[in-house]
């Protein structure tokens, strides 16, 4: 008889991006169900618990975006009770949550990121908001992004082009978070690039070309028609290489397992900028790693419980 392993995805959670992580779920669960996995999909909440000691999964996979997904401790509690789940552990997803240290974690190992500072919203208060503001413009110079040190789905982001623009992109981070990364704006071609471990070892998928009039922001990350994904994307064989290169040894240098997605530019020049990591991307049908496996060759199903299958064995 076959094995069929039997695996809990986690999804929904209380962060702000429940909804995308709830979407990601149904899609990771249906594709397992297709490759002949037993699926159980469940948010985070009270009864967890208790159903993981009825079910008593062989793996967990935990799709939940934001804190309590990224942020280690559901791995944590994982590992405290035994089960096997798929992505990266709980300290290397701590490090790889807050951006500033994994761009600190990186930049150590040779790849090159674009310089920024990490302010918190206390320091705004306390040293006088414009004084601070006129510093970081007059250290890192404009265009700047500004977002918070740790979240994603491009929630609380900002592109400043202006000084005057400057006072409403930290207003609108701090709404997301007390700590804000302000980072130079590089410009090229914007990239996210998916790294996986099966049991062919480490390998990136082709990257994932993103061409978006405006900002890359959570309503043209999810909602159809603003953005356009190119996939493969447009780079020659050789920048192809380097950019999957780039990828796979950010996912090593910060410790990561099973799969992530870096994002990058690839500056007019050739630089590969680092500009930060997901230990849990997206699995909607707008996502960027689903449109990678399916530019590299994959069927969803076979991939996802590929991956599954991997996570059972450590």
């Given at each position: 008889?076959?094995?069929?392993?039997?695996?809990?995805?986690?999804?929904?959670?209380?962060?702000?991006?429940?909804?995308?992580?709830?979407?990601?779920?149904?899609?990771?669960?249906?594709?397992?169900?297709l490759a002949q996995v037993e699926v159980t999909v469940h948010d985070v909440d009270a009864d967890l618990m208790p159903m993981l000691?009825?079910?008593?999964?062989?793996?967990?996979?935990?799709?939940?975006?934001?804190?309590?997904?990224?942020?280690?401790?559901?791995?944590?509690?994982?590992?405290?009770?035994?089960?096997?789940?798929?992505?990266?552990?709980?300290?290397?997803?701590?490090?790889?949550?807050?951006?500033?240290?994994?761009?600190?974690?990186?930049?150590?190992?040779?790849?090159?990121?674009?310089?920024?500072?990490?302010?918190?919203?206390?320091?705004?208060?306390?040293?006088?908001?414009?004084?601070?503001?006129?510093?970081?413009?007059?250290?890192?110079?404009?265009?700047?992004?500004?977002?918070?040190?740790?979240?994603?789905?491009?929630?609380?982001?900002?592109?400043?082009?202006?000084?005057?623009?400057?006072?409403?992109?930290?207003?609108?981070?701090?709404?997301?978070?007390?700590?804000?990364?302000?980072?130079?704006?590089?410009?090229?071609?914007?990239?996210?690039?998916?790294?996986?471990?099966?049991a062919d070892g480490c390998q990136a998928l082709p990257s994932v070309e993103i061409v978006t009039e405006g900002p890359y922001d959570?309503?043209?990350?999810?909602?159809?028609?603003?953005?356009?994904?190119?996939?493969?994307?447009?780079?020659?064989?050789?920048?192809?290489?380097?950019?999957?290169?780039?990828?796979?040894?950010?996912?090593?240098?910060?410790?990561?397992?099973?799969?992530?997605?870096?994002?990058?530019?690839?500056?007019?020049?050739?630089?590969?900028?680092?500009?930060?990591?997901?230990?849990?991307?997206?699995?909607?049908?707008?996502?960027?790693?689903?449109?990678?496996?399916?530019?590299?060759?994959?069927?969803?199903?076979?991939?996802?419980?590929?991956?599954?299958?991997?996570?059972?064995?450590?």
């Amino acid at each position: 008889m076959t094995y069929s392993p039997r695996v809990v995805v986690l999804a929904g959670g209380l962060s702000h991006e429940r909804d995308v992580s709830l979407r990601s779920g149904r899609r990771v669960a249906e594709a397992l169900r297709l490759a002949q996995v037993e699926v159980t999909v469940h948010d985070v909440d009270a009864d967890l618990m208790p159903m993981l000691a009825e079910v008593q999964p062989d793996v967990v996979w935990p799709i939940l975006h934001g804190a309590s997904g990224e942020d280690g401790s559901i791995r944590d509690v994982l590992g405290l009770l035994g089960i096997n789940y798929v992505g990266t552990g709980p300290r290397a997803s701590r490090v790889a949550w807050s951006k500033p240290v994994a761009k600190s974690v990186v930049a150590r190992s040779g790849i090159s990121t674009p310089d920024y500072v990490t302010l918190p919203q206390s320091l705004f208060r306390e040293l006088g908001a414009q004084a601070v503001m006129n510093a970081v413009v007059s250290k890192l110079g404009l265009p700047l992004v500004v977002k918070p040190s740790r979240g994603g789905s491009a929630l609380g982001v900002t592109l400043v082009q202006t000084p005057a623009e400057l006072p409403h992109a930290m207003v609108t981070c701090f709404a997301y978070g007390e700590v804000a990364l302000l980072e130079r704006a590089v410009t090229g071609i914007e990239l996210a690039t998916s790294v996986i471990e099966t049991a062919d070892g480490c390998q990136a998928l082709p990257s994932v070309e993103i061409v978006t009039e405006g900002p890359y922001d959570y309503d043209a990350r999810y909602n159809p028609g603003r953005t356009e994904y190119f996939a493969p994307a447009r780079l020659s064989d050789e920048q192809a290489a380097a950019v999957a290169q780039t990828a796979i040894d950010a996912h090593k240098a910060l410790g990561l397992r099973h799969i992530s997605r870096t994002d990058l530019i690839l500056e007019a020049d050739g630089t590969i900028q680092f500009l930060e990591v997901n230990v849990a991307p997206g699995m909607t049908e707008t996502s960027l790693f689903p449109q990678a496996a399916l530019a590299g060759g994959h069927t969803l199903p076979e991939l996802y419980r590929s991956i599954v299958e991997t996570a059972d064995t450590h």
